[in-house]
């Protein structure tokens, strides 16, 4: 980690030939009193996103913020992630997807700020806008004040709790613990985080987060079996987690993982549990518990 450099900036993009100029763009307008570096990694995009940030960093006046690397091949978008991490050297990490951006320039200034001056807090985020296909914008949460965020609530949500856009945290965590085999980054942050300290929710709207075809998780809905497996990968994900977590956060994480059972049961039935049981993708005792739950309930 590099003393002098405060907030490494996330940057991992796939694809986003039309949206990745912005992204770059709103960071680089960022307006701070301290330094920050733009790590852009490019998961071998097939479109000409390579050819549009080669062309911006050519021109734009702050690209020598930006350390821009290409894979040679597709490697996926959780070890794309993990390599960027591993290249982030600030005393903080900020996230933005090559999809998304930011639109207060002192979006960092006020989140640092804030860390800065509260060290009991791991990580902080704002509210956001959410612009879909038909380019309608939606709030990404209805809460009208500034507040702290209770573990119960990170675990439960996941990574759903926060748009990726709008996270800064505290360089703190190993990536090489990351587990490969999920699909959501954002979820294996806030499950690494909750357990080193507070969060806290700024009301403010500081990005704006885009719902499209080509994203990662908008294209979910799509196809029933892609869903599946992105639930399955969630009770994975909170399996490990709870194995590890301090014994109080435990009973939220067993509660998390009979909310994804139930996202299962919701769209293909309880026999369609036993099956993946059966089959040893689902633990038995969370099956067990599941029922027990339904039954007690």
Same mark, same amino acid.
């Given at each position: ?5 405060? $907030? ?45 940030? /080669? ?42 997807? !090559? ?59 996941? !990574? ?11 360089? $703190? ?66 399996? /490990? ?27 293909? !039935? ?28």
């Amino acid at each position: 980690m590099k003393q002098d450099l405060t $907030v490494s900036v996330c940057m991992i993009t796939y694809n986003h030939e039309k949206f990745i100029t912005q992204a770059i763009i709103s960071v680089l307008e960022q307006e701070c009193d301290f330094e920050i570096e733009l790590i852009l990694m490019d998961d071998y995009s097939t479109d000409s996103t390579s050819e549009v940030i /080669n062309s911006l960093l050519e021109n734009h006046p702050k690209s020598s913020r930006v350390k821009y690397i290409r894979h040679e091949k597709n490697i996926g978008v959780i070890p794309n992630f993990i390599q960027a991490l591993k290249k982030c050297n600030g005393k903080y990490i900020a996230l933005c997807d !090559g999809d998304d951006y930011w639109i207060d320039p002192l979006k960092l200034q006020k989140q640092v700020n804030f860390l800065n001056s509260n060290n009991n807090y791991i990580a902080c985020f704002h509210n956001a806008k959410i612009i879909n296909q038909k380019k309608e914008e939606i709030n990404y949460h209805e809460w009208s004040s500034n507040k702290d965020i209770n573990h119960e609530d990170i675990i439960m949500n996941g !990574g759903g709790i926060f748009p990726t856009a709008a996270l800064v945290y505290r360089n $703190v965590l190993n990536s090489d613990s990351f587990l490969l085999n999920t699909k959501s980054g954002d979820s294996i942050l806030a499950f690494s985080l909750v357990g080193l300290g507070q969060f806290y929710f700024f009301k403010e709207f500081m990005c704006v987060y885009r719902k499209h075809d080509e994203g990662v998780y908008t294209s979910l809905s799509f196809y029933p079996e892609k869903r599946l497996e992105d639930i399955i990968s969630n009770i994975y994900l909170l399996s /490990n987690f709870r194995k590890t977590s301090k014994i109080k956060l435990r009973k939220y994480y067993n509660k998390a993982i009979r909310k994804q059972l139930q996202r299962i049961s919701n769209s293909f !039935g309880l026999r369609f549990i036993l099956s993946l049981t059966l089959r040893n993708e689902i633990q038995i005792k969370d099956c067990f518990y599941y029922l027990l739950f339904k039954i007690i309930k």
